[in-house]
């Protein structure tokens, strides 16, 4: 079971907040709705390149922390084989047997 909200200290000294965290696999995984995007009150004055440029440093500052990071959408999230790829090729396994 992930860890939800976990808080990380970068090197740079800033923290970062995750949504999900597996740390016994250093994985990290990321659920992106298109709000904090394209929602001009979410951006908080930025533009969306901004944001998007904000979130790729932040992704490569815990990426440097040795963690594996995923993303995902809603729309990934409510395919099944989708989503169970995106989290398989994270290395997340199945506790299942098949």
């Keep these: 079971m992930p860890r939800l909200q976990a808080t990380f200290t970068l090197k ?14 250093d994985l990290v995984g990321e659920f992106d709705g298109q709000g904090k995007y394209l929602r001009s009150e ?3 004055g930025k533009t969306i390149q901004q944001v ?6 932040r992704e490569n500052a815990l990426r440097a922390l040795g963690l594996t990071v995923i ?3 809603w729309g990934e999230m409510m395919n ?4 169970a ?14």
């Design 12 to 25: 740079n000294g800033r923290t970062a907040r995750t949504d999900f965290w597996w740390p016994e696999l």
């Design 42 to 44: 979410l951006r908080g």
């Design 80 to 83: 099944p084989r989708a989503f």
């Design 85 to 98: 790829n995106i989290l398989t090729d994270g290395g997340l396994w199945s506790s299942r047997t098949p």
């Design 52 to 57: 998007v440029m904000d979130e790729k440093a």
């Design 71 to 73: 993303r995902w959408d």
